[in-house]
DNA sequence: AAGTGTCCCTGCGAGC
DNA sequence: TGCTCGCAGGGACACT
């Protein structure tokens, strides 16, 4: 699932494909509610035109600024791909592509989702949107987190999932972090120590770190799992510790990874090293 | 304020 | 081999 190392590798990928300079001659709406904004009938008229001036990340949003008033943002959600389709390769009709634009040098960016949970938005003001998201957990000081999260009584996980106190941490890396900071996925937030506090920073910039060093995580083979824009799927997989772990050994104490429900999500850790 | 349930979707792995 | 079934999950929203 794309999170915020998946994103970034995304966006990274993007630029190296060289689409920044480049103008989007046509868009086509192939499922209506992958668009949210504007009306998915308008999209194309709008951006129609438009030169690809830039390309960035905020938490799991990807940013597309364009030469006219409007932008793109892009929410992959579990399922989204973007990749870049040469011009040489008719469009098939046959993939999961739900909203196509044409470059000016024929090659085609496509968003495709089997799912259907992603969404593309072309909107004047990013920022109405982007300004809900909390910090960047790679541009944030450690004081400033462990202030946020033990002023909350929040439980630990939902809590680092909530793209309103931190943005770009999903199930995976949330998994991760903990397991890394051996520390209890149900605590309360405003139960930690200081040092524990500190830990969980210093574990959630590691993992997200490795993460996007890897080039994100892939979990199997089949159309719904992440892969770069040019194809190549992630290897972070090989690096997780809790996630999907269940049954395996814990790296540290080689206890039994357990799963658990948090929040009504799937949770790994393990038993020995993260105790309520 | 925090937590729970529901919805959106459909590929895929497990089980038979 | 081929079928059915339920899980997976980000985020918006309605409730308690």
């Given at each position: 699932m794309p999170e915020l190392p998946e994103v970034e590798t995304v966006v990274r990928d993007l630029r190296a494909c060289g689409l920044v300079g480049l103008q989007i001659m046509s868009a086509h709406v192939f499922w209506p509610r992958s668009v949210a904004a504007p009306a998915p009938a308008r999209l194309p008229a709008a951006i129609r035109g438009n030169q690809i001036i830039g390309l960035s990340r905020r938490g799991k949003f990807i940013r597309v600024d364009l030469s006219g008033k409007a932008d793109l943002l892009i929410h992959l959600r579990m399922t989204g791909r973007l990749y870049v389709a040469p011009a040489e390769r008719p469009a098939t009709g046959k993939t999961?592509?739900?909203?196509?634009?044409?470059?000016s040098d024929g090659r085609r960016l496509c968003f495709s989702d089997p799912?259907?949970?992603?969404?593309?938005?072309?909107?004047?003001?990013?920022?109405?949107?982007?300004?809900?998201?909390?910090?960047?957990?790679?541009?944030?000081p450690r004081a400033t987190f462990v202030h946020r999260l033990t002023a909350r009584s929040r439980t630990l996980k939902p809590l680092l999932m909530d793209q309103a106190f931190i943005a770009g941490i999903g199930n995976i890396y949330a998994d991760e972090a903990l397991w890394a900071a051996q520390i209890?996925?149900?605590r309360k937030s405003d139960s930690l120590s200081t040092e524990e506090a500190a830990r969980l920073y210093r574990a959630m910039r590691t993992v997200l770190r490795r993460g996007i060093r890897n080039l994100g995580t892939s979990l199997g083979a089949g159309h719904t799992n992440f892969r770069l824009p040019r194809g190549v799927?992630?290897?972070?997989?090989?690096?997780l510790c809790a996630y999907g772990q269940t049954g395996l050994p814990c790296e540290r104490c080689h206890t039994p990874i357990v799963r658990l429900l948090v929040g009504q999500r799937a949770t790994h850790i393990c038993p020995a090293c993260q105790r309520l």
């Open positions: 999961y592509d739900r909203v196509v634009f044409a470059l799912r259907k949970f992603g969404r593309v938005w072309l909107v004047d003001n990013p920022d109405v949107l982007l300004d809900r998201l909390g910090p960047e957990p790679l541009a944030l209890h996925p149900q799927p992630g290897r972070n997989r090989e690096h």
